[in-house]
């Protein structure tokens, strides 16, 4: 709940900026000429499309898609496969009225994890077969930083490093294949689905852009 609410603080304060910024008059900078921004965009979490408009040199509203299947399998079985979807609106606040910016804004989330690995069992000392089923909360903050140029072309291409927030995932847990003899207690089994829930609080939000201004 407090890591909710220092997020909505965030956003708060950003928005505060934000309407400070929409009553700065433009100056004539390309981001001005050429408004509209269709990019394409490779990241973690997945790759997509970006959009948005340059309100003036401070300001950019924009949304991205991004989707990424993605699935890496060991030899002796191990693998993980994630299925996401994330859909983000953002605000973007360029504090020197240049290519820097601050962002921020509501983040929606369909993202699934599955994972089997073979290892310890929390402390328990045994090494058992183990199954993770992760799924995260559909809503989350999206806030970061980052850079976009526009040439006088309308070429255009940026950088952006961030994190989406959230609740912490839901995570199921199945131990099979443990040694004959040996078992895993219920409290065993608890203390060790706190480790993906503590490791997956917040998603990594890298991207880089390419695109073309009108």
Same mark, same amino acid.
């Given at each position: ?82 299925? *996401?979807? %994330? ?5 973007? !606040? #360029?504090?020197?009225? =240049?290519?820097?910016?601050?962002? &921020?804004? @509501? ?38 930083? *980052?850079? %976009? ?5 309308? !070429? #255009?291409?940026?950088? =952006?490093?961030?994190?989406?927030? &959230?609740? @912490? ?46």
């Amino acid at each position: 709940m407090k890591k909710i609410t220092s997020d909505l603080k965030i956003l708060v304060c950003f928005c505060f900026l934000v309407i400070c910024s929409i009553f700065v008059p433009s100056n004539s900078s390309a981001d001005d000429k050429l408004p509209l921004e269709f990019q394409a965009i490779l990241s973690f979490p997945g790759n997509g499309i970006h959009v948005g408009y340059h309100y003036n040199d401070f300001l950019f509203l924009g949304a991205q898609s991004i989707r990424l299947d993605f699935k890496w399998e060991e030899e002796n079985g191990d693998f993980t496969q994630v299925d *996401g979807s %994330n859909q983000l609106l953002m605000l973007r !606040l #360029s504090p020197f009225s =240049g290519a820097f910016y601050l962002m &921020a804004g @509501p983040a929606f989330v369909d993202w699934r994890e599955n994972a089997a690995v073979t290892g310890e069992v929390s402390d328990s000392g045994v090494t058992a077969r183990i199954s993770y089923k992760t799924t995260f909360p559909s809503t989350g903050l999206l806030y970061g930083l *980052g850079g %976009n140029w526009v040439s006088d072309s309308g !070429l #255009s291409g940026g950088i =952006g490093f961030g994190f989406i927030a &959230a609740k @912490p995932p839901s995570v199921e847990i199945e131990i099979t294949e443990t040694p004959e003899g040996q078992e895993v207690s219920d409290a065993d089994i608890e203390k060790h689905q706190e480790y993906p829930i503590d490791a997956s609080r917040t998603i990594t939000y890298i991207v880089l852009a390419i695109g073309w201004n009108f």
